[in-house]
C-alpha cells in the first residue's frame, strides 16, 4: 500500500519544505506521468511545482505490480520527510492534511483552503 502525506502551503512554507527535501536529491513525478514528463530534482528552484501530496510506494502488494519492496533507505527518507512536516506544520479539521504555518497564517487572515482534488472539500488547521 501507498503511504502519502497531504499537505497544504503557502509559497513560504513550500520553499522551506523544498529546502529541506533538496538535500535528498529526490525526482519528482506527477500522479500520472504524461508521455512528454521530464522529472526533475527538487529544490527550491522548483517553486510552485508541487501538487500537495507526496506518495511512495514502500510496500510490495499485489496491487503494485512490484516484485521488491522499496529500498530501506528510501523509507527512512520518507519517514524523515514526515517527521519533519509533524513536527514543523500543523494538523487539519478534517483530518488527514498537514498545514503550513504560512498558510495557517493566511487562513486566519480570510485564506479558504481547498483539498487539490477536483471538488475538493475545505480544509482549516486544527483548534
Not at 522529472?39 to 522548483?46: G, M, P, R, V
Amino acid at each position: 500500500m501507498a503511504e502519502t502525506i497531504r499537505f497544504l502551503m503557502a509559497p513560504e512554507d513550500e520553499a522551506a519544505f523544498l529546502r529541506y527535501i533538496a538535500r535528498f536529491k529526490l525526482k519528482v513525478y506527477p500522479a500520472r506521468v504524461p508521455p512528454s514528463w521530464q522529472a526533475f530534482i527538487a529544490s527550491d528552484l522548483t517553486l510552485g511545482d508541487f501538487p500537495g501530496r507526496l506518495w511512495a510506494e514502500l510496500e510490495v502488494t499485489p496491487q503494485t505490480g512490484r516484485r521488491n519492496a522499496a529500498p530501506e533507505r528510501f523509507r527512512q527518507i520518507f519517514m524523515e520527510i514526515q517527521a519533519w512536516l509533524k513536527r514543523t506544520h500543523r494538523r487539519s479539521e478534517p483530518k488527514g492534511f498537514w498545514i503550513g504555518p504560512g498558510a495557517a497564517r493566511r487562513f486566519k487572515q480570510g485564506l479558504r483552503l481547498r483539498d487539490c482534488e477536483p471538488k475538493g472539500s475545505l480544509v482549516q488547521p486544527y483548534g
